[in-house]
């Protein structure tokens, strides 16, 4: 049975290949439920550069997965700022802002990028200089027209080529920049024998303005408790293992699916879901959200604001039913799953 929420994120062929590496992309045209987020996944081979480029309508969260990276952004008021990504690291590159990157490690290098927008729009730096005539790049430099007789004009976007030589990672590129955030060293904003999550929002990492992440894991006995976000999407990616959700559409449809490592998932802003582990080892998520301060509503102290008399009657219930469920004042986010699968 298929899903309109979950995609075999994994299974896609990339949409572009060079030397350099490939990406492959979720976005609108083949994850139709997708409203104003995108994913990326890119794979940059040892020397692969991802060439300087811009997204015109969406800014770019980025989690690096495997490998180390060096990321070179230029934006607005002069602000340049060079910088290293290693596993577990995220960065931003805010809309419009020229950015390369570059991987500086021995192996491949693997990233996750998330987009605020369900169709990214692109443009590359080979491609763009090309459509300059020699004497308009000529008087943007100061020098003569035929200095650049020699640069190549192409229409194909080049998207990912080698480096020709060693790599050069500038001083500044261990130092501390608004751009990036360490999130896998992080304290945990929540812990437990069923779980954890660190995350990367606002209240931690300032600069974000349209998105946020989270770092989920479960345990084998965690579940993330039924809940909602108000006013957020969700798009998750299955990092490590398997794991179960439900999630209720206004129609009344519930779809249940199985989700494994390399699928991502939608979910519209307010629908409400759970998700579960499925395995003995640990459930790990990266979730993405479109805005920089997600806020739940969840079941354990969202159902229990009420009282014992209207739960009754809505439910066609005794009110000493949820009289013996415990009572909390705050959502508990991760709970145990005490019972087996159902």
């Known amino acids: 049975m298929t899903s309109t929420h979950l995609f075999k994120f994994s299974q896609l062929t990339p949409s572009e290949q ?71 690291d995220m960065f931003l590159i805010p809309s419009g802002a020229l950015h390369g990157i570059e991987n500086v490690g021995d192996s491949s290098a693997e990233l996750l990028l998330s987009f605020s927008h369900e169709n990214t729009e692109d443009f590359d730096l080979s491609s763009t200089l090309g459509i300059f005539t020699d004497a308009v790049l000529g008087n943007t430099w100061g020098v003569k027209a035929d200095v650049f007789h020699s640069l190549k004009r192409s229409s194909t976007v080049s998207f990912a080529t080698l480096r020709k030589g060693p790599a050069v990672i500038p001083a500044e590129a261990h130092y501390k920049t608004p751009y990036s955030y360490h999130v896998a060293k992080t304290q945990p904003l929540l812990i437990s024998g069923s779980g954890s999550v660190r995350v990367a929002r606002q209240d931690r990492w300032p600069i974000l303005e349209r998105q946020s992440m989270y770092s989920l894991e479960l345990t084998n006995t965690g579940m993330r408790e039924p809940h909602w976000h108000p006013e957020t999407a969700e798009l998750g990616y299955v990092k490590k293992g398997r794991g179960r959700m439900s999630i209720l559409s206004p129609s009344g449809d519930v779809d249940t699916y199985i989700m494994a490592e390399g699928d991502i998932y939608f979910i519209p802003k307010a629908y409400p879901h ?42 066609a219930s005794n009110p000493a039913f949820f009289e013996g469920l415990h009572k909390y004042y705050a959502d508990l986010f991760i709970v145990e799953r005490v019972n087996p699968l159902d």
């Open 18 to 88: 060079t030397a350099g590496g490939f990406r492959t992309r979720a976005n609108k045209q083949n994850f139709p439920i997708l409203q104003g987020m995108s994913l990326y996944k890119l794979v940059l081979n040892p020397s692969g550069i991802r060439e300087p480029h811009w997204h015109a309508n969406a800014d770019e969260l980025g989690y690096c997965l495997k490998g180390q990276v060096l990321v070179t952004l230029y934006s607005t008021g002069d602000e340049k700022a060079t910088f290293l990504v290693h596993e577990g």
């Open 274 to 315: 759970h998700i579960e582990n499925l395995e003995n080892q640990p459930l790990q998520l990266l979730i993405f959200f479109d805005q920089s301060m997600p806020r739940d509503v969840g079941f354990t102290a969202g159902v229990r604001s009420f009282s014992n008399e209207a739960l009754a009657s809505v439910t």
